[in-house]
């Protein structure tokens, strides 16, 4: 028997508000959902394809869109009224479908990086400083332990709603019934530290540090390989530095030391790509059976190449 979404595929109408003179805000809906991510990228794409005189940055997020733009190019209203066309064929297309691929991102769970990081930052920052962040997740989560939270984790697709924060961070929403979705307080207290490349998790996002730095979500591993490459060393980064793009699907794989350490070897000798393959991300499909439509998503990696 399929498991039903508890979404629905709800198109609100979009509220405009401007930001000075050189920013347009559309806010598609308040909280994260599938439909309001849709149209926020929807939206996004329409602009990126006009490639408008005027436009200076394009910054689609979980549910809103942000827009920069030179009022002496430009007129905000001009900007406002071509945005709005774009929005309202977006939300009465016959398909809502987004084209995209899906990436294969191997993860060291329970790696020693974090575990070391998460020791120094226990008391006074977490909730429960005598475990470990793992253990807690499963806890809140009402699963038998870490490794039963971390076969829920890599078990099915996750959506990268936006991208931002550090560079190159992606945002990842998990393409699952809501009562399934995996959710996880942050930290009561930032920590200064993270490793690069930790999975995280806050609320009912994963995350993935692109760089060390201050954080405040669960870490659960550590990525194999970078998603940020500011020299564009490897072939995944030459038409641009950042890995990760908002309406991108990750499937997270496990991976021991061993293989950790020679996806490492590859990185360092600048051979390293990641698995992925281009699909079409249907919004309806995903939100009226997403237990066999992640299913048809997973089974496209199955022909592709590093």
Same mark, same amino acid.
């Given at each position: ?10 198109? !609100?109408?979009?509220?405009?508000? &401007? ?40 910054? !689609? ?5 942000? #827009? ?12 406002? /009224? ?25 993860? &060291? ?30 806890? #809140? ?8 939270? #971390? ?26 019934? /809501? ?11 930032? /920590? ?33 390989? !970078? ?67 992640? /299913? ?11």
């Amino acid at each position: 028997m399929t498991e039903q979404s508890t979404e629905t595929m709800y198109l !609100p109408t979009a509220r405009y508000t &401007w930001g000075g003179d050189e920013f347009l805000f559309v806010e598609f809906d308040e909280a994260m959902n599938l439909t309001a991510n849709y149209l926020a990228t929807a939206v996004a794409h329409g602009l990126e394809q006009l490639d408008l005189d005027g436009v200076v940055d394009v910054c !689609p997020a979980n549910a809103s869109l942000l #827009v920069r733009f030179d009022p002496d190019v430009l007129a905000g209203e001009d900007l406002k /009224r071509r945005t709005q066309e774009l929005e309202a064929q977006a939300r009465t297309a016959t398909q809502h479908t987004v084209e995209t691929r899906i990436i294969e991102v191997p993860v &060291w769970y329970q790696d020693p990086f974090t575990a070391e990081v998460s020791q120094r930052f226990r008391e006074g920052y977490h909730q429960e400083p005598g475990g470990s962040d793992l253990d807690f997740a499963a806890k #809140v989560n009402g699963l038998d332990g870490a490794d039963e939270f #971390v076969r829920r984790h890599h078990g099915s697709p996750w959506l990268v709603s936006m991208v931002g924060f550090v560079a190159g961070l992606p945002f990842l929403y998990q393409l699952v019934p /809501r009562e399934r979705q995996l959710q996880v307080p942050k930290y009561l207290s930032p /920590r200064t530290d993270t490793p690069p490349l930790t999975v995280g998790h806050g609320g009912c996002f994963a995350c993935i540090y692109s760089v060390r730095g201050a954080g405040g979500y669960q870490m659960f591993g550590v990525a194999a390989a !970078p998603i940020y490459d500011p020299g564009q060393e490897l072939p995944d980064f030459e038409d641009f530095l950042i890995l990760f793009r908002p309406g991108d699907l990750v499937k997270f794989r496990p991976v021991d030391e061993a293989e950790y350490r020679a996806i490492q070897e590859q990185v360092e000798a600048g051979t390293w790509r990641y698995r992925q393959a281009p699909v079409t991300f249907d919004v309806e499909a995903s939100i009226d059976d997403p237990e066999s439509y992640n /299913r048809t998503l997973l089974e496209a990696l199955d022909g592709a190449d590093n």
